[in-house]
């Protein structure tokens, strides 16, 4: 039977309080990106300082922005957006704790803006889903290399001629799924699952985002600080709810699917290196029908996938009504199970108790050793002791193993050392790639990919069906 592996640190053990200490600290060897940290000592070259504009100053854009600002060499020198508050919220970020501590430029226009910031080099687009192709390809039209949120846009077409424009242009276009750039999903991308196959034929995955009433309900705004009724008719709203909960409306977004299924659901095709050949999905607005709100609530979906090793299929699911069990994505395999989040504390990866050592030579005693044990000491994940459950009546705890007959599996986590918010590795690549020090983790190409594969969903609740993609319709 495999040995439950309570052992100490020259073993590779850990236990959960000191797993949440090393998975909130930053390690010895992982370094995120060249151009992380603004607050190292000694100005960069002139050659890699870049002039950034800021087109978006809402909730996403400042959380953008804060992170950004971290980055050596960055000087954010305008900011757009149509709403007086947001802008000024993000030049008051700029103007405390940017290069050149001043108030930037504030536009509403952003053409005006690309007119007369002549020295741009980039710019972050965090507007919400269906300015995203206006503005993006406005910039690199412009000249600027471009930092987009995901969804790249709710209008597949809009969504390809984005990507057409950066060919055109030869200006990078990222797309923010941050995942791709996540140091602990990089280690179990690259390590786990690629190089050393840990988990085997992977044969199902399972994600979710579940999110509570308090997170999902309307937004609200500062009262007082409303826009007015000619400026949200100007911009395409017909009232401020509507400015503030766009993605609940078919016009402006694609629902909590590409709000928040779009990051996960990115990692499925990535790990898996294949887009699905099929999705069947159901769901609906069932809580929020009198909020004048159009997209599902809910969704729950099951991808089909053709890869080398055999079908693999995924099941999704996105609730807006409860918080449980937070947000993960489990990959399921033969050997064993990786379960993944930006959330440090809900990692984990399992081996199959069948994994039992291999017997020593003189003895019929199996090895001490778990086989995954090389993989410890090359520092790529650690045995984590979990909190035991109590333990069944003999009798019963005994009638279970003779009808499965397996060994529990054995716990470890990716050893993964890392304080830095989830977007800055994401940016950093980006802003390296723009001076010629790295290339892009999510190019155009790949979040279009992943629209495809998102917004095929909502499609698919409607149809109430399902349905099948085609090789192509993945290609730009």
């Known amino acids: 039977m495999v040995q439950s592996h309570s052992q100490g640190s020259s073993s590779g053990g850990i236990s959960r309080r000191d797993f949440l200490k090393v998975t909130g600290a930053m390690?010895?060897?992982?370094?995120l990106a060249p151009t992380i940290l603004a607050q190292e000592k000694g100005a960069p070259a002139p050659s890699d300082v870049i002039n950034v504009a800021l087109i978006g100053g809402g909730t996403q854009g400042r959380v953008l922005l804060e992170?950004?600002?971290?980055?050596?060499?960055l000087r954010f020198k305008a900011v757009?957006?149509?709403?007086?508050?947001?802008?000024?919220?993000a030049g008051g970020l700029i103007r405390n704790y940017g290069v050149d501590?001043?108030?930037?430029?504030?536009?509403?226009?952003?053409?005006?803006?690309?007119?007369?910031?002549?020295?741009l080099q980039a710019a972050v687009v965090a507007t919400p889903d269906w300015m995203h192709a206006e503005h993006a390809i406005a910039c690199m039209k412009a000249g600027l290399n471009v930092y987009c949120e995901k969804e790249m846009s709710n209008d597949l077409a809009k969504a390809k001629e984005m990507v057409l424009t950066s060919r055109e242009t030869k200006k990078l276009l990222q797309i923010g799924h941050q995942r791709r750039s996540n140091p602990r999903y990089l280690l179990c991308h690259d390590k786990i699952i690629n190089e050393n196959n840990l988990l085997n034929r992977i044969t199902h995955i399972y994600g979710q985002w579940n999110r509570s009433i308090t997170?999902?309900?309307?937004?609200?705004?500062?009262?007082?600080?409303?826009?007015?009724?000619?400026?949200?008719?100007?911009?395409?709203y017909a009232n401020m709810d509507q400015f503030r909960d766009w993605r609940w409306f078919k016009k402006f977004g694609g629902g909590p699917i590409a709000d928040l299924g779009s990051h996960q659901i990115d990692i499925f095709?990535?790990?898996?290196?294949?887009?699905?050949?099929?999705?069947?999905?159901?769901?609906?607005?069932?809580?929020?029908?009198?909020?004048g709100w159009e997209m599902a609530d809910n969704a729950m979906a099951i991808y089909e996938f053709d890869t080398p090793k055999g079908v693999v299929r995924a099941y999704y699911q996105v609730l807006s009504t409860t918080g449980a069990r937070g947000y993960f994505e489990s990959f399921m395999g033969i050997d064993g199970t990786l379960q993944i989040s930006e959330n440090p504390s809900l990692c984990r990866l399992y081996a199959e108790g069948h994994l039992t050592p291999v017997a020593d030579a003189d003895s019929k005693a199996p090895a001490k050793e778990h086989p995954w044990e090389p993989y410890v000491k090359k520092g790529y994940i650690l045995h984590l002791d979990e909190p035991k459950a109590p333990e069944a009546p003999k009798a019963v705890s005994q009638s279970i193993l003779d009808v499965y007959k397996s060994a529990p599996p054995t716990t470890f986590v990716p050893k993964v050392e890392t304080d830095a918010n989830v977007h800055l590795p994401h940016l950093a690549n980006f802003f390296d790639a723009v001076r010629g020090k790295g290339t892009l983790n999510c190019p155009g190409e790949v979040g279009y990919e992943?629209?495809?594969?998102?917004?095929?969903?909502?499609?698919?609740?409607?149809?109430?069906?399902?349905?099948t993609f085609k090789p192509e319709d993945f290609k730009v």
Do not use: F, H
């Open 215 to 236: 997170s999902s309900g309307p937004r609200g705004y500062p009262k007082g600080k409303e826009l007015d009724a000619a400026t949200l008719t100007k911009y395409g």
């Open 80 to 89: 757009c957006d149509i709403w007086p508050y947001a802008q000024s919220y």
């Open 450 to 467: 992943t629209a495809v594969q998102v917004l095929k969903v909502n499609e698919a609740v409607t149809a109430g069906k399902t349905l």
């Open 67 to 73: 992170q950004a600002l971290k980055i050596k060499g």
């Open 27 to 31: 390690g010895a060897g992982l370094v």
């Open 269 to 291: 095709g990535w790990y898996l290196g294949a887009t699905p050949k099929s999705v069947m999905a159901a769901g609906g607005l069932d809580y929020y029908t009198k909020n």
């Open 101 to 119: 501590k001043a108030m930037p430029p504030l536009y509403v226009d952003y053409q005006e803006m690309l007119s007369k910031e002549k020295d």
